[in-house]
């Protein structure tokens, strides 16, 4: 295989042989499938271009090339498997075109030069550990479609400063926002000449969970946990 890449059918299962540093890849039209751990190792890997015929990028498959410094996943892209860019050092930029709609596990555990992330409007959900250890992160914008939250999500980003909830998430953190102002002025002023107790303050939060989950299916201790350290 003259460019080391190893082909079945439209499946590109991986690398052949050792990769020279400095190596730029071109996946060839028609391939629909990346298969996991395909490229995972490649410390030479300097930048590889995906064309629109991929839909699906398996587990493993970037993890631990140490020189790619930037990559474009296109919008053809449904699914990324977990831990697809772990160790990536010196990932920098990452551009997801819409389309995706699942992230894997731990898909970008130890990425510590990745400063900034804008995922996609099609994503429905954000699993466990997706940017653990990202230390140099500052900001991320998490669209309004995104239903599922889990646990750790941005568990080792130090220097994580924004966290953008787009569209209906706003109505989430209004909701838990409105419920502690209304419950500090219960505590400090009462209501018609009674202070609150602690089953007033228990019914209007459970008012705001209620609507955070109706409106956008997404519960206020999710969120909270995303920031959990782990």
């Known amino acids: 295989v003259a460019d080391g890449l190893i082909y079945m059918g439209s499946v590109l299962y991986g690398y052949r ?19 996991n751990s395909a490229f995972s190792g490649c410390a030479g890997l300097v930048s590889i271009t995906i064309p629109e015929s991929v839909t699906s990028i398996g587990e493993d498959a970037f993890s631990y090339c140490h020189s790619l410094t930037s990559i474009t996943i296109p919008g053809t892209v449904i699914s990324i498997g977990s831990e697809i860019f772990n160790s990536c050092d010196n990932l920098a930029t990452v551009i997801i075109g819409n389309g995706l709609v699942t992230i894997g596990d731990w898909a970008f555990d130890n990425c ?12 429905v959900s954000l699993n466990s550990y997706t940017f653990y ?95 959990v350290k782990g």
Not at 17 to 35: A, C, H, L
Not at 189 to 203: M, N
């Open 17 to 35: 042989g050792t990769m020279p540093e400095g190596t730029d890849i071109i996946v060839r039209e028609g391939t629909t499938k990346i298969e």
């Open 133 to 227: 250890g990202c230390s140099n992160l500052a900001s991320v914008t998490i669209p309004s479609k995104v239903t599922y939250v889990d646990s750790y999500i941005f568990s080792g980003c130090e220097k994580l400063k924004e966290v953008k909830f787009t569209g209906v998430h706003a109505i989430v953190l209004l909701s838990i926002l409105g419920a502690m102002i209304m419950c500090i002025f219960g505590f400090q002023f009462g209501y018609e000449g009674k202070k609150w107790g602690i089953d007033d303050v228990s019914a209007i939060f459970l008012v705001s969970a209620l609507v955070s989950g109706a409106v956008c299916k997404i519960a206020p201790a999710n969120i909270a946990n995303a920031f």
């Open 112 to 123: 510590k030069n990745l400063t900034s992330v804008t995922l996609p409007n099609t994503l």
